[in-house]
Structures are given as structure tokens and as C-alpha cells.
């Protein structure tokens, strides 16, 4: 469903959970079994985005602002600063923006004090020969040099838009500093760039995949009964890492897969207990989310029915998916699926949308939620992971990323064969 974000400042549950595998995988002073140590490393298959392809994502940002009303588009540290500008930026009290105008250079307010550092990402970044740069020292209102650099391109009095990540002191403060500005959100601009993923992108986004199907699989082949799940975690980041990539997964086990996101109860895998796990990894930026759901020895009866509802709900949702379908649409049909068998109704069982967008966050725009009545576009990712939870037993979620094609849908990597065989042929 969703793996631990790049940029988050908070340790949030699924973060927490993830750094206990990872310091599991960091403690190992060799690869933790054969099948790991036999991986071989992919992170040359790894291409970076280009800045020229950065420019390019700057010029459809202002197609989009021009079609938006939007004169300028304010951004903080954080992933979209990233996917324009190649800045990566850890966010304080301190404001740090990257100003976009519709017309004219974008310009930078930054902390003096930090000014060199600043102009070292500025120097790599696609707008290196163009961009200003304003510092502001400590007793300084830096909001007033927004407004500044807002009025030098003839915007002071537009349409001011901030990124959605943008603190609410920060977008108050412009406010204050720029009083005949109207503000707005820049989500119509910023996920109409994003949403949209390029064959570079893509390209990323399936390596992502794959590199962490293959992790799941190594790790996998080393599980054992009595293992806890932070073992078994350690196992899925220790796969990631031989593979050359930063990875790792939840681990759920018996009643507590019925929980989607998660617990902080301690738990051991046991033979016949259902084990759900979640994760993904990270390729230049770009991240997968797969989960899958197996267990020790024989699946009951009842295992092996929710199995296969769960798995024909996650097939129906890539088959209807196509450019112009609405989102909710998508939703709607692996919903059916799964009320059909007795498991509804509504979110009863299901208790989640069916799929969000994925890209260079594990969650992004646009999702595939009840009644979203955006149309799909070619090019768009979404995870596709529809789920039965039943409290107090297990829970089954299958979890794959896929692809909006010119004409249909089509899922990065192949589905989970069964209980018995989650991970088939990788």
C-alpha cells in the first residue's frame, strides 16, 4: 500500500516499522542466506532523469498555469522541488522556496547562512544559468523577499500558487507579505505534470518493480516457522540491499494481516498462519509498492477462497482500466468482485480504495477511490491492491503497480500465482 516516503521528517508508523527491517538488514555481516548472496547487483540498469527532460517538465508546468489562471507556483524541500529542479532539500522552520513564475526565471529565497550550500544543488539543476538568488538573514522577514521577487516578475498582484506540501505558516506569511496576491493551490499544475510519467520514467518505475519481486522472492526462500517478522524483514531489506537498491517491506502475520497498515504488537511466523507483506524499494527517486500474501504449509479452505476472490478483484481492476475511464470506475469493479463473493458490502471487507498513484512518492495523485470521477490518461501508475480483511482470522491483499497504456492497462510485474506460490517465476 505504501512504503516509507524520502522526504518525510516524521517517523509515522509504516517508517517505523520499515527501519526496524532495515536496521535488521544493516546488523547482518554477510548476505543472510544463499539466495540472497547470489543476487547480483542491478543498480547500473538504473538511467537518471535528464535535465533537459527537467526542462521540459517546467515547460508543461507553464502550459498548465497558463490554462490554470496560476502566474507562480511556490515550492519547499520535498518532492516536487525534486522532480523540477533536482534540489533535494530537508525542510525546518527556516522557509527555503523555489518560486516558478509563468513567465520570466524562477528564482530561490533562501537562509543566508545557507546560501553555498543552496547554490551547489542550484549549480545541477536544470535552471543552473538562469535562476536568482535571494538570501535572507536571521532578522529578516524572508516572506518579504518572496513578495520581492514576486513583484521583480510583475506577479506581486496574481495568482500565487503552493505546492500542497507547503506549510501553513509559510503560504500565511506570503499572504501577509503579498496582500494583493490571491492564493491558490498548485495540485491542478504539480499533479498534471506528475501524473503523467515519461518512458524515463516508466522505465524507472518497472526496474523498481522488479528489483523488489526479486528481493521478495530471495527473501522468501529463507523463511522459516518461528521466525519474527522483523527477521523476516531483515531478510526482504538485506535482498534489496545486495540488489543494489534501498528497500524493505511490513511483515504481518496470522490475525494482525487483517490489520492493512499494520501494529506494534510483536508477532512470529507459525506454519499455516497467513503472512502479508508490503513494501517496495527506491530507483533514482522512483519508488514500487507490491504486497503479497502466502503462508507456511497447507492453506485452508477458506484461505484459498479469499485468495482467489482477492486475486480476480485485482484482475478485473487492470482489465477495465483504459484513457478515459474514471477513476472511481476502477474502483467500482473490483468492488463488485469482491461483494459479489459475500465480502461486502461497501468497505466492509475491502476496507480501502483499490489503487493511488505511485511515482517519485509511494502516494500521489490521482487514486482510485469511489466516485473519482477523473478520467484516466495514458501514462498515469497507480498501485492496483484490492484486499479482504477479516478481523480477528487474516487478511489477503495482493498488490501490484500498474501502467495506463494507450489502449488498456497493463501491471509492471506478474501477478501472485497463489498461497502456496506467491511469487512464481521472477
Known sequence: MRWAGRYTSRMNRRAWMLSLAAAGAAAQTKPATPAIAVLKNRSAEAKPI????RLARIERARRLMKENRIDAICMMGGTSMDYFAKIRWGNSERLFFMVL???GEPFFVVPSFEEDRAREQIAGSPMASGAHVIAWHEDENPYDKVAFGLKERGTVTGRIAMEETVKFAFTEGVGKAAPQAAIVNATPVTAGCRSIKSPAELALMRLA????LEAYKAAWSGLRDGMT?????GLISAAHQQLGFRGGAMVLTGE???VPHGTIQPQVIREGTIVLIDGGCVVEGYESDISRTFLLGKPTDKMKRVFDIVHRAQTAAVKIAR???????VDAAARKVVADEGFGPGYKYFTHRVGH???MDGHEWPYLVKDNPLPLAA????SDEPGIYIRGEFGVRLEDDMHITENGAELFTPQSPSLEDPLGKV
Open 101 to 103: 513564475p509563468q513567465r
Open 229 to 233: 517478522q522483523s527477521e523476516f524483514g
Open 379 to 382: 501514462h498515469m501508475t497507480f
Open 256 to 258: 494482525y494481516s487483517a
Open 50 to 53: 535528464t535535465n533537459e527532460e
Open 209 to 212: 518493480s522488479s528489483v523488489t
Open 357 to 359: 498513484g505511485i511515482g
Open 323 to 329: 484513457p478515459g475511464l474514471a477513476c472511481g470506475a
